[in-house]
Nanobody, 120 residues
Framework: QMQFVESGGGLVQPGGSLRLSCAAS????????IGWFRQAPGEERERVSCISRTGDTATYADSVKGRFTTSRDNAEKKSYLQMNDLKPEDTAVYFCAALGPECRVRFGSWGQGTQVTVSS
């Protein structure tokens, strides 16, 4: 069964950086796009990025474009989210997930997520 373990979150000041990691297991990762999502308190979960199966293309939400970069290592079954120039509004729990074609359909259950808090 698909499983995801996110890590790398923490408390960071505005303008700082964090690198999140996602360890996937229980499936053939190269068959799926990988998305990063986040959910702030009282808000709906939103997708912030999606990277293609081979890692050659990625899309981003407008709110993070130019600041966040996603990557993946299929051999290690991992995905990463490099977050730079963090803002207080980036505060949320971050999750990763396996996505189908065009990053529309999500597969598997959510992991525990990793908390990112941006505050001075």
């Amino acid at each position: 069964q698909m499983q995801f373990v996110e890590s790398g979150g923490g408390l960071v000041q505005p303008g700082g950086s964090l690198r999140l990691s996602c360890a996937a297991s229980g499936f053939t990762v190269e068959y799926y796009n990988i998305g990063w999502f986040r959910q702030a308190p009282g808000e709906e979960r939103e997708r912030v990025s999606c990277i293609s199966r081979t890692g050659d293309t990625a899309t981003y939400a407008d709110s993070v474009k130019g600041r966040f970069t996603t990557s993946r290592d299929n051999a290690e079954k991992k995905s990463y989210l490099q977050m730079n120039d963090l803002k207080p509004e980036d505060t949320a729990v971050y999750f990763c997930a396996a996505l189908g074609p065009e990053c529309r359909v999500r597969f598997g259950s959510w992991g525990q997520g990793t908390q990112v808090t941006v505050s001075s």
